[in-house]
């Protein structure tokens, strides 16, 4: 620890002791614990903060403030989670075993509310999962609020759902079902009823200063000019207008979100207190919400500045100390090279993987595996001690993240290729399977994403619909093969509840006048128990998703090979088809995985098998089937192989 740190630990440290005398008396083991995490921590929490706001009068009120709140919540902690804690210390690369399984849903799409989940967990355990994450269940306005990401306290679950208490219950049935709870961290911004948003509209000055407000459009103009419109039907620019303080505020989503200013450390303090009170419910992954914005700087994009990885690993050090068991997980859906910046074991553990999921729907438009194969060549490799979050599709929509550079190089036109791919997902493309719809068309930049369930974009609904079953077969194949990607790709895989069951689009969000507005409804369906009745018959679509999902997950969680993140892209000489080689030390072996991204049969020389498989005989894990590598391995349309060399 550098000498300024530590003088400030020797500050702070008999303080802390002082204040919690009686605390530390009654749990001597336990408080031991925090001082030593907290000396352990404190550097990296210490100079983050420094750095950040260091040249303020207030300062060390703010740090010593932070400190007391980890001591608190630390005191608070149940015993359950520090026993996590403690376990999840001695094997911090828990989370790269594969026998982890993610999924994700609203909690009242799926099951009505949190008892509704609760009562779910078997359907939960019949999937493999071990994993959950919750749409955001706290407090929020009526009417629109974003799905919950416009949030009026973190410390209320929305009525309907249930209490925190109710959560803290699940969380635990969950635990003890296998499965981890996870959360949204939405720090970026609170709803404009959160409790400081009111007192700032009643017009303190204190609260004012906890967001982003200007008394005209001289700065705004001028951010608005280096800015990205992330929902530009919600409004031109990034501000808005409200008549009671006269003042503009910062908005980077809906207006009705209002973007924190973390310039403010009484933010930073504050949303700390949010962060442990959270973790200390038992949740045991936070989803940082939005993480790209937190930070905004005149002249420059506002996006993936420094501050804004020095504010998650200010947080990141926190948990450390307070609640160690705590994952973050980076929500970037950005450019590669900016995603990749969040993922460190100081700063976010976990990061959804977006250029996988763009570019895997990129590669069944094309029927070739091309900017696949070459992005993800060169972008896979993170921190071995971090994970992707593999997944196919989420709660939002579609955007085309892929670097324009990579695109380029394989003759594509990056603008062109997506406006193809809007075209193609959203059904206008001549020949698409696809039924998807735009979302946050911006007439000015021609720029657009797409919303949709997996099935729906994957030609199920037009199928179904329109054509017969032999294009239904194509679609359910199309499915699984993304998600046998998913499944097979270094990482923790994440499935979208509904999709085991090929649900479609949800058109009912048009007679919703909260939701109207927002496209990516339609890829949020309710949970339907009829057709969950279905999912073991195999003559129905329902049962034929599901039992292959299940198997392959079965077949993921047996496997030791598909641990970790080590993916080693390769080329089966055939573009395709994508292939990559899973290892995973030190289990000697390797599993080799091919997927054909066409609805054609598609062969792969013997001699690839050979060079890429190691080996001259193997079984295919997927189907049990021998492949001898002596003659070429064709495989049919959408067909994916798991490969492991013959006795191996
Ligand atoms: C996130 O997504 C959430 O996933 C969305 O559901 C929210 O609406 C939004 O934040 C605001 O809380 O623009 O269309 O990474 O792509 O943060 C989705 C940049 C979004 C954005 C992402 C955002």
């Known amino acids: 620890m550098d000498r300024e740190a530590a003088r400030s630990l020797d500050r702070i440290l008999p303080r802390l002791g002082a204040d919690f005398t009686a605390e530390a008396a009654a749990d001597p083991a336990g408080w031991a614990a925090f001082t030593a995490r907290l000396r352990a921590n404190f550097a990296p929490l210490f100079g983050h903060l420094l750095t950040l706001y260091g040249g303020r009068y207030d300062f060390f009120y703010h740090l010593e403030r932070i400190v007391a709140l980890a001591a608190r919540s630390w005191l608070d902690r149940p015993p359950a989670l520090r026993a996590l804690d403690a376990a999840r210390e001695a094997d911090p ?70 209490t925190m208490a109710d959560l803290a219950d699940l969380a635990t049935a969950l635990r003890d079902a296998g499965i981890g709870l996870t959360l949204d961290f939405v720090f970026n911004h609170t709803a404009d ?46 501000f808005t207008y409200r008549p009671e303080i006269d003042r503009w ?10 973007d924190l200013n973390y310039a403010n450390p009484a933010v930073f303090t504050s949303m700390a207190g949010e962060l442990l009170f959270l973790a200390n419910q038992g949740v045991e992954t936070l989803r940082l919400d939005a993480v790209v914005f937190i930070w905004k700087r005149l002249g420059t994009s506002s996006e993936n500045l420094p501050e804004a990885h020095r504010i998650i690993r200010a947080f990141n050090a926190l948990a450390r100390i307070a ?32 250029l996988l999921m763009a570019l895997g729907w990129n590669a069944l438009a094309t029927r070739e595996v091309r900017l696949l194969r070459d992005s993800l060549r060169d972008r896979f490799a993170i921190d071995p001690r971090c ?45 698409s399977f696809a039924r998807g719809l735009p979302f946050q068309e911006n007439p000015r930049t021609g720029d657009a994403r797409v919303a949709g369930t997996t099935a729906s974009l994957a030609g199920l609904e037009k199928a179904l619909r329109e054509e017969g079953p032999a294009e239904v077969e194509l679609a359910i194949r199309r499915v699984l093969l993304l998600y046998s990607v998913a499944l097979s790709i270094g990482g923790l895989p994440l499935l979208y509840l509904g999709d085991e069951l090929g649900l479609l689009n949800d058109y009912a969000y048009r007679d919703d006048p909260a939701r109207a507005a927002d496209s990516r409804w339609a890829g949020r369906p309710p949970f339907d128990p009829a057709r969950a009745a279905r999912r073991h018959d195999p003559t129905t679509v329902e049962g034929r998703l599901f039992t292959a999902l299940r198997r392959l997950i079965a077949l993921r969680q047996t496997h030791p090979l598909l641990a970790g993140v080590a993916t080693d892209l390769v080329d089966p000489g055939n573009d395709h088809v994508l292939g990559y080689v899973r290892r995973h030390a030190p289990d000697p072996g390797r599993l080799l995985v091919l997927a054909n991204f066409t609805e054609r049969d598609q062969p792969v020389a013997a001699n690839q098998l050979r060079l890429h498989g190691l080996g001259y005989a193997f079984t295919d894990l997927v189907s049990g089937d021998p492949v001898a590598a002596e003659a070429d391995l064709v495989l049919a349309p959408y067909q994916f192989v798991w490969l492991v060399p013959q006795g191996a």
């Open 93 to 162: 690369a828990w989370f790269q075993s594969q026998r982890q399984m993610g999924a994700v849903c609203y909690a009242d799409r799926f099951a009505g509310d949190l008892a509704g989940v609760r009562a779910r967990i078997p359907y939960l355990r019949e999937l493999g999962l071990t994993y959950l994450h919750l749409m955001p269940p706290f407090l929020a306005p009526a009417g629109d609020n974003d799905g919950g990401y416009a949030v009026s306290s973190y410390r209320q679950i929305a009525p309907a759902l249930g």
């Open 193 to 238: 009823e959160h409790e400081w948003a009111r007192r700032a509209l009643a017009g303190d000055p204190e609260y004012q200063d906890y967001y982003l407000m200007f008394p005209d459009r001289t700065l705004p103009d001028r951010y608005d000019r280096t800015t990205r419109e992330i929902f530009p039907s919600a409004r031109p620019g990034s």
């Open 249 to 258: 505020v910062w908005t980077t989503f809906n207006s009705f979100q209002w």
């Open 323 to 354: 609640a160690p068991a705590l994952l973050f997980k980076s929500e970037a859906i950005v450019h590669p090279d900016d995603v990749a910046e969040f993922i460190s074991p100081e700063e976010c553990q976990l990061s959804y993987n977006p």
């Open 387 to 431: 994970a992707w979050v593999n997944y196919v599709r989420s709660h939002d929509d579609i955007g085309w993240t892929f670097d324009d550079g990579d695109a380029a190089r394989l003759g594509l036109d990056p603008f062109v290729h997506r406006r193809f791919l809007n075209d193609f997902y959203t059904g206008r493309f001549p020949g």
